[in-house]
């Protein structure tokens, strides 16, 4: 049985101008309230941060990689050029609806399996600083039949609203709703749905659980995204019962700055696996897809041990698939 490992990873590549506005945000650093250039200026530039991580993505031999905040220009083409070389021959490395002042999406996906297809579709809403750029969804259609025999695999990779003021919460439920109206408009099209499987990965900003009295209870935010990605498998916590899995973690990334009264710790970044769709209109009430095994889920930190520290300030996430094996349920029609 052939097997897909896939990689969701923020890696925190900012333009100029996100360099600058956050050059003199507050941030807190050993509890300290201060004033200070980000860790990323401190510890090494961009470019030479962006050598290592192009050495490290082509060590972790992902099939699929899904990355985010790939703002900057000569990085991206940085980071296109080294995984070529490590053969990544499949690139959708700039998603944008092209307006003339934002910044695109930041949504950067290599792969070493042809692309069928691909679209970018922006949100609509958004908050703040977010506005600036063109947070979206990438949908990706990959030709992985070798690998998971005779499969289509459809990548919705996407980036949501960042922070946790009211706004910030309104937009990413609003983001929320159209990232769930897209996944059922793409599966309503779909020729052959039974050969085609779907996952949904990348930074949502949205803290998976709280741990309570040593119980990790999911959020508000965490249950509405699963409610409206319909029938589907969060392959982290499938393969991981009690582990919190952060992917953002100030104390254990001791070069990450954390802002105010923000949690040291959450589960943000995913991996889920859609085994089910609901389109939005039609006489069918659920589209079934291929379903996939998970095998392997973890978090990647990235560590870079000859530089001491984590590469960026979230740490990735890495699901190992193969095709699950069974009689597969018939779609059921109003």
Same mark, same amino acid.
């Given at each position: 049985?052939?097997?897909?490992?896939?990689?969701?990873?923020?890696?925190?590549?900012?333009?100029?101008?996100?360099?600058?506005?956050?050059?003199?945000?507050?941030?807190?650093?050993?509890?300290?309230? &201060?004033? /200070?250039?980000?860790?990323?200026?401190?510890?090494? +530039?961009?470019?030479? $941060?962006? %050598?290592?991580?192009?050495?490290?993505? /082509?060590?972790?031999?992902?099939?699929?990689?899904?990355?985010?905040?790939?703002?900057?220009?000569?990085? $991206?083409? &940085?980071?296109?050029?080294?995984?070529?070389?490590?053969?990544?021959?499949?690139?959708?490395?700039?998603?944008?609806?092209?307006?003339?002042?934002?910044?695109?999406?930041?949504?950067?996906?290599?792969?070493?399996?042809?692309?069928?297809?691909?679209?970018?579709?922006?949100?609509?809403?958004?908050?703040?600083?977010? /506005?600036?750029?063109?947070?979206?969804?990438?949908?990706?259609?990959?030709?992985?039949?070798?690998?998971?025999?005779?499969?289509?695999?459809?990548?919705?990779?996407?980036?949501? &609203?960042?922070?946790?003021?009211?706004?910030?919460?309104?937009?990413?439920?609003? &983001?929320?709703?159209?990232?769930?109206?897209?996944? +059922?408009?793409?599966?309503?099209?779909?020729?052959?749905?039974?050969?085609?499987?779907?996952?949904?990965?990348?930074?949502?900003?949205?803290?998976?659980?709280?741990?309570?009295?040593?119980?990790?209870?999911?959020? $508000?935010?965490? %249950?509405?995204?699963?409610?409206?990605?319909?029938?589907?498998?969060?392959?982290?916590?499938?393969?991981?019962?009690?582990?919190?899995?952060?992917?953002?973690? +100030?104390?254990?990334?001791?070069?990450?700055?954390?802002?105010?009264?923000?949690?040291?710790?959450?589960?943000?970044?995913?991996?889920?696996?859609?085994? /089910?769709?609901?389109?939005?209109?039609?006489?069918?009430?659920?589209?079934?897809?291929?379903?996939?095994?998970?095998?392997?889920?973890?978090?990647?930190?990235?560590?870079?041990?000859?530089?001491?520290?984590?590469?960026?300030?979230?740490?990735?996430?890495?699901?190992?698939?193969? $095709?699950?094996?069974?009689?597969?349920?018939?779609?059921?029609?109003?």
């Amino acid at each position: 049985m052939g097997q897909l490992r896939l990689l969701t990873y923020n890696v925190k590549l900012l333009p100029d101008l996100g360099r600058s506005a956050l050059k003199d945000a507050p941030f807190v650093r050993g509890g300290v309230r &201060q004033f /200070a250039k980000p860790w990323w200026e401190e510890w090494m +530039s961009d470019k030479a $941060r962006t %050598t290592r991580l192009v050495k490290a993505l /082509a060590a972790s031999k992902h099939d699929v990689i899904c990355l985010q905040e790939v703002f900057d220009e000569d990085r $991206r083409k &940085q980071l296109r050029n080294g995984l070529k070389r490590a053969d990544y021959k499949h690139f959708v490395d700039y998603s944008s609806d092209h307006d003339p002042i934002h910044e695109d999406s930041g949504l950067f996906l290599a792969s070493r399996h042809p692309i069928r297809w691909e679209h970018f579709e922006e949100y609509a809403d958004n908050a703040g600083d977010d /506005a600036l750029a063109d947070k979206g969804i990438s949908c990706v259609s990959l030709n992985v039949g070798r690998r998971l025999a005779q499969t289509t695999l459809i990548v919705f990779h996407t980036h949501m &609203q960042a922070y946790n003021t009211a706004a910030d919460r309104s937009a990413r439920g609003k &983001q929320i709703e159209q990232l769930g109206r897209k996944i +059922s408009r793409v599966a309503g099209k779909l020729r052959q749905p039974e050969s085609c499987a779907m996952v949904v990965c990348g930074d949502f900003n949205i803290a998976a659980e709280r741990l309570v009295d040593d119980e990790l209870r999911p959020t $508000r935010e965490y %249950t509405k995204l699963k409610r409206f990605l319909g029938a589907h498998r969060d392959l982290y916590r499938t393969k991981n019962r009690k582990n919190p899995g952060y992917t953002s973690d +100030s104390r254990v990334n001791k070069k990450m700055m954390r802002r105010r009264g923000a949690p040291k710790g959450s589960r943000i970044d995913y991996v889920f696996a859609l085994d /089910a769709v609901t389109p939005i209109t039609g006489d069918i009430d659920r589209i079934a897809l291929r379903k996939l095994k998970c095998t392997r889920a973890g978090v990647e930190p990235f560590f870079d041990a000859e530089r001491d520290g984590h590469l960026s300030d979230h740490f990735g996430v890495s699901v190992t698939l193969e $095709r699950a094996v069974g009689r597969r349920r018939r779609a059921r029609s109003g």
